[in-house]
Each structure stands twice: as C-alpha cells, then as structure tokens.
C-alpha cells in the first residue's frame, strides 16, 4: 500500500485546510486510516482517526472539535479537514494505515503499517 498526502500549504491564523490522503494498491477500506504530525524537535503525535468503515472516528483533545476526518472508500481516499488552525498546529502532517478491527481506531504509531511522505502545514499569525 502506497499513501499519498496531498493539500497542505501556508494559511493564516484561524484559517482552514483540507489534507488528502489517496491509498493504493491494496484498498484502503481493509485499514483504520490515522494522521499524524510531527513539529522539529517534536515527537510525532496523533492527531485523528478513522475507523475501517468510517463509523468511528477518535482525535486529539488539542485538535477536537477543529478537525474532522472522513473517508471515501469508493476512492481510496481519507480527508482531514482543519478548521480554526492555531500558531500550535504547524508540522509535517502524515497519514498512515493501520490493520485491524472494522471499528477499531488505533492511536499508536507501532500499530500502523504503512504511512506517506507527509505534508508540510504552516500557520501564519
């Protein structure tokens, strides 16, 4: 499985963005599909997950409520959209795929298998 990120970039404070992420080869809906970020000199975070069958989905306490992911399994494809992004949340943004249960939302990186390049986010004040 190959993932993809795609839809980073510069906006302002209070701002919004939509990450893509585009899976292929196997299809992504056999994955909980989770996002990630990572600051320099941080440690890669979790941020949000999806759920096989997009029916569950877990985030952050410092992104709930701002964040929303969601999937299309008919493209193989997982969105985080960002709204009300704050001087806190600029990092390279990852997408990884992770096996496991139809409802399951793992929220470890040892528990995916496959991540993308990552994506760069800043957030201007």
């Known amino acids: 499985v190959q993932l993809v990120e795609s839809g980073g970039g510069l906006v302002q404070a209070g701002g919004s963005l939509r990450l893509s992420c585009e899976a292929s080869g196997r299809t992504s809906s056999s994955y909980a599909m989770g996002w990630f970020r990572q600051a320099p000199g941080k440690e890669r975070e979790f941020v949000a997950v999806?759920?096989?069958?997009?029916?569950?989905?877990y985030y952050a306490e410092s992104v709930k409520g701002r964040f929303t992911t969601s999937r299309d399994n008919a493209k193989n494809t997982v969105y985080l959209q960002m709204s009300s992004l704050k001087p806190e949340d600029p990092a390279v943004y990852y997408c990884a795929a992770a096996p496991g249960t139809e409802r399951g939302t793992p929220r470890y990186p040892p528990e995916y298998v496959y991540w993308g390049q990552g994506t760069q986010v800043t957030v201007s004040s």
């Open positions: 999806i759920s096989r069958s997009g029916g569950s989905a």
